[in-house]
T-cell receptor, first 111, second 114 residues
Framework: QKEVEQNSGPLSVPEGAIASLNCTYS??????FFWYRQYSGKSPELIMS????GDKEDGRFTAQLNKASQYVSLLIRDSQPSDSATYLC???????????FGPGTRLSVLP | EPEVTQTPSHQVTQMGQEVILRCVPI?????FYWYRQILGQKVEFLVS????????KSEIFDDQFSVERPDGSNFTLKIRSTKLEDSAMYFC????????????FGPGTRLTVT
């Protein structure tokens, strides 16, 4: 079983719409979850962290966590063409500090 | 805004040669990491470093790899005898005490082994 799974996409949404990105993880003991954005040929850029069940909002971004379902999501409101990138879900195991990354979902926001 | 820097941006080397990739973490950060990303694949953890020693390493980080913090600012990854399959982007990351799990990545070094 893969540790962190994401739909590879591409996910295409029109400009101004809400983009919904999903991630599931297998390690039930995981406590810390992160969303990174990666533009083509660039490094991962931290967008959000979430540690507790529920929603966490930061500007146009909302992270949602459901530990019982082992599910994390990222909503991007008012999507812009500049949001077009690959979004990586990263999960910190319940031990240590290293992350397990998902394969990423490629988002395309169409003008 | 403080950021992680890495040099060189691109390194080309011949199989069997040694390479050293350099990173300058964010200045008040205490936890340092190396990740790699083979083209088209996911980001993979290599090693974490804290208090001048390795705190964790993955199965990828075998005896060919080593890390060092030679001074108060640099953090290096050495690959002793490069193989073709070492070709990848290598990312350095760091995190601080205020949010030890929030890792900030450098721009990466593209390593090409020929």
């Amino acid at each position: 079983q893969k540790e962190v799974e994401q739909n590879s996409g591409p996910l295409s949404v029109p400009e101004g719409a809400i983009a919904s990105l999903n991630c599931t993880y297998s390690d039930r003991g995981s406590q810390s979850f992160f969303w990174y954005r990666q533009y083509s040929g660039k490094s991962p850029e931290l967008i959000m962290s979430i540690y507790s069940n529920g929603d966490k909002e930061d500007g146009r971004f909302t992270a949602q966590l459901n530990k019982a379902s082992q599910y994390v999501s990222l909503l991007i409101r008012d999507s812009q063409p500049s949001d077009s990138a690959t979004y990586l879900c990263a999960v910190k195991r319940d031990y240590g500090q290293n992350f397990v990354f998902g394969p990423g979902t490629r988002l395309s926001v169409l003008p | 805004e403080p950021e992680v820097t890495q040099t060189p941006s691109h390194q080309v080397t011949q199989m069997g040669q040694e390479v050293i990739l350099r990173c300058v973490p964010i200045s008040n950060h205490l936890y340092f990491y190396w990740y790699r990303q083979i083209l088209g694949q996911k980001v993979e953890f290599l090693v974490s470093f804290y208090n001048n020693e390795i705190s964790e390493k993955s199965e990828i980080f075998d005896d060919q790899f080593s890390v060092e913090r030679p001074d108060g600012s640099n953090f290096t990854l050495k690959i002793r005898s490069t193989k073709l399959e070492d070709s990848a982007m290598y990312f350095c990351a760091s995190s601080g005490l205020a949010a030890i799990y929030e890792q900030y990545f450098g721009p990466g070094t593209r390593l090409t082994v020929t």
